[in-house]
């Protein structure tokens, strides 16, 4: 079935440093991918989102692109605040089989210090 | 505040009594959602509902474990005979149409059994 792998975490890095958490998929179609953020003691936020092959997605100064060569949709984001200190989940959708339900990885922890 | 709201926040049973967690998504929306976040897990999807219908429950145990989405009033998770096993935070998230991926979620439950 269709799955989502993330870097395990923790990811500590220090204010303004360059921001990578990688994220892999396997699906039988073509997915809409996602990323949520999740701070400490709330629900998730749609952070951003690429429909198709080579759409970047984009918000906040973070940065992900489709990649179907190696199905991948890292995140990036080129200087990291404290406030960016949360756990980001990638996702996708498959239109076709599962009715609109996300499929989350694991999630990756990033705390960053000042 | 026109975000989904879950209620209540936390909840605390005793092995063998019954949980409920209501709903109310956003207004307009009429897909609901219920994933479950066990700790140092991701979300894993549970049930999939629109308005007095369940449309895919796939994620949800066999037994004890039941969703509605009546005509009047908020979406409900119910828990019966609850055990430590179900201690976890639950996520409802809505949407205005299926199948989209973008989906608005509340702050979540967090349940404790003792």
């Known amino acids: 079935g269709d799955s989502v792998t993330q870097m395990e975490g923790p990811v500590t890095l220090s204010e303004e440093a360059f921001l990578t958490i990688n994220c892999t998929y396997t699906?039988?179609?073509?997915?809409?991918l996602f990323w949520y953020v999740q701070y400490p003691g709330e629900g998730l936020q749609l952070l951003l989102k690429?429909?198709?092959?080579?759409d970047k997605g984009s918000n906040k100064g973070f940065e992900a692109t489709y990649r179907k060569e190696t199905t991948s949709f890292h995140l990036e984001k080129g200087s990291v605040q404290v406030s960016d200190s949360a756990v980001y989940f990638c996702?996708?959708?498959?239109?076709?089989?599962?009715?609109?339900?996300?499929?989350f990885g694991k999630g990756t922890k990033l705390s960053v210090k000042p | 505040n026109a975000g989904v709201m879950q209620n209540p926040r936390h909840l605390v049973r005793r092995r063998g009594q019954e949980a409920r967690l209501r709903c109310s998504p956003m207004?307009?929306?009429?897909?609901v959602y219920w994933y479950r976040q066990l700790p140092e897990e991701g979300l894993k999807f549970m049930v999939y509902?629109?308005?007095?219908?369940?449309?895919?429950e796939s994620g949800m145990p066999k037994e004890r474990f039941s969703a509605e989405f009546p005509k009047e009033g908020p979406s409900i998770l119910r828990i019966q005979q609850v055990v430590r096993g179900d201690s976890a935070a639950y996520f409802c998230?809505?949407?205005?149409?299926?199948?989209?991926?973008?989906?608005?979620f509340g702050e979540g439950s967090r349940l404790t059994v003792l």
């Open positions: 998230a809505s949407s205005p149409s299926r199948a989209t991926g973008e989906l608005f």
């Open positions: 699906a039988t179609g073509y997915p809409s």
């Open positions: 690429a429909t198709k092959a080579d």
């Open positions: 996702a996708l959708v498959y239109y076709g089989g599962s009715q609109g339900n996300l499929i």
């Open positions: 207004k307009g929306h009429s897909h």
């Open positions: 509902l629109q308005k007095e219908n369940i449309i895919d």
